[in-house]
Nanobody
Framework: VQLVEFGGGSVQAGGSLRLSCTASYYTYSSYSMAWFRQAPGKEREGVAAINRAGSTNYADSVKGRFTISKDNATLTLYLQMNSLEFEDTAMYYC???????????????????????WGQGTQVTVSS
């Protein structure tokens, strides 16, 4: 499973960025996909996840500001990030796994241990 992220960069607080993650057709169509982030000295945390049917789950810290979506034509996972805050600064990772791993108690997981496949990450830096 190969996941490739791009779209990170530097932005001022209050600005927007859109991250993209490309995957193979099989991964895109068969797996749940998610975005995680890891700031220096902190644990990797789930940000948003989406299953094959398009149901989503968001971390409380990003609800109302971030939107996860999929483009079936280009097999691309997106994370639209608006109203960025300094605390959003982190390396952002795309993750994927079968629903057998990533759906827990009927909900798409935001737990790191529930995803086996990871991209290389893209850096997002928000200046205050």
């Amino acid at each position: 499973v190969q996941l490739v992220e791009f779209g990170g960069g530097s932005v001022q607080a209050g600005g927007s960025l859109r991250l993209s993650c490309t995957a193979s057709y099989y991964t895109y169509s068969s797996y749940s996909m998610a975005w995680f982030r890891q700031a220096p000295g902190k644990e990797r945390e789930g940000v948003a996840a989406i299953n094959r049917a398009g149901s989503t789950n968001y971390a409380d810290s990003v609800k109302g500001r971030f939107t996860i979506s999929k483009d079936n034509a280009t097999l691309t996972l997106y994370l639209q990030m608006n109203s960025l805050e300094f605390e959003d600064t982190a390396m952002y990772y795309c993750a994927a796994d079968t629903e057998g791993f990533s759906v827990v108690a009927g909900r798409i997981s935001l737990g790191r241990k529930d995803y086996r496949y990871w991209g290389q990450g893209t850096q997002v830096t928000v200046s205050s």
